[in-house]
């Protein structure tokens, strides 16, 4: 449902042009790599999109076609701004541009502020529900305009990127965290399944990775110690232009909802991803060589589980 007081996305043709549009967009990793879609499609209408984003992920922006990374828009002119985050920050540097069309996109009607409605011309808040949200961004984004959705694709990234010294070639990534601790497996589980592959595949060459926060390192740390010398461990040691390389030059991408699966599906790679808590209808698009697992009530126990042995079986067919 719509909140009354949200506004309609204009029906009026669109504005495209030289000056081309403005996005903004303050959200993590992954969420900005399911936000390619809408931007190509921005980019086919108003010729490119120049982006407003965490600092950080400047890499990231660099393989997406038609899109360039900037830091300050203020008082820039565009033939439009779409913003897909309510951060008030965002919504100022709206205000601050000269634009035709200013478009906001929200997951939910309760995500809109009073502030919004002073910036915004057009609020489109429907409701995420179950839809993907890659999808969802792209069918709010210009919905007047007769398009194809496509997933997310991303440039591979250059082998200047590539970590030094990194010598494995076919192997298998195993990303077992992400930027919320709720969403990780238990690491006596990720040393089952990760055993159950070596067995499979007694040549089967294993990296592991993890983002550089503490309890990120700690929980890598400790399947890659127990699995001791059949790992290569990087562990929070790669940067984000290392963290893309080895992702897009992967056989494989095993691990839980996070960037890692976004990554993997948007560079053509294999992925199996662990839903512990998060929608898998929300975050997953499933295909032939991107799929998940999503955890279910143990009825004994009252909590969430997957088990083992249908990981392994899962990996073991998407990895033959």
């Known amino acids: 449902m719509v909140s009354p007081n949200v506004t309609q996305p204009e029906t009026a043709p669109f504005s495209g042009g030289l000056l081309g549009c403005l996005v903004i967009c303050h959200k993590q990793l992954g969420d900005l790599t399911l936000l390619e879609p809408a931007m190509a499609k921005l980019v086919e209408v108003y010729g490119g999109v120049d982006l407003l984003t965490r ?23 565009y033939a439009a701004v779409f913003c897909y985050d309510d951060l008030s920050k965002s919504a100022i540097h709206t205000f601050l541009v000269r634009a035709a069309r200013k478009d906001l996109l929200l997951r939910e ?23 993907y949200l890659a999808r ?33 070639e076919s192997y298998l990534l195993l990303n077992p965290t992400a ?38 390192m700690e929980h890598s740390q400790k399947i890659a110690k127990d699995l ?18 080895l992702v897009s030059r992967s056989r494989m991408v095993l691990g839980v909802d996070g960037a890692a699966s976004h990554l993997a599906a948007a560079f053509g790679r294999r992925s199996l991803t662990l839903f512990m808590k998060t929608s898998l209808m929300n975050w997953h ?15 004994a126990s009252g909590v969430l589980e997957i088990e083992s042995d249908a990981v392994a079986n899962q990996a073991m067919t998407l990895w033959s």
């Not at 990780?184 to 550089?212: C, F, N, P, Q, Y």
């Not at 698009?285 to 009825?299: F, K, L, R, S, W």
């Open 179 to 216: 930027g919320w601790k709720s969403k990780s497996w238990k690491v006596g589980s990720w040393v089952k399944v990760i055993r159950r592959l070596l067995e499979h595949d007694a040549g089967m060459r294993i990296l592991i990775t993890s983002g550089d926060q503490e309890w990120q």
């Open 285 to 299: 698009e499933p295909g032939a060589i991107n799929m998940a697992i999503a955890a279910a009530v143990n009825e």
């Open 136 to 168: 969802y961004n792209w069918e709010n984004t210009l919905p007047e305009v007769e398009a194809s959705y496509r997933a997310p694709t991303l440039v591979l990234p250059p082998d200047s990127w590539k970590p030094e010294g990194f010598a494995l």
């Open 109 to 131: 009607a309760s995500e809109c502020s009073w502030y919004h409605r002073m910036v915004f011309r057009s609020i489109c808040a429907p409701g995420l529900g179950d839809a």
């Open 228 to 245: 001791g010398a059949r790992v290569h461990f990087l562990g929070g040691q790669t940067g984000l232009e290392a963290f893309l390389w």
């Open 55 to 77: 600092s950080g992920h400047a890499a990231l922006v660099s393989l997406m076609e038609g899109v360039r990374m900037i830091s300050r828009p203020s008082f820039r002119r």
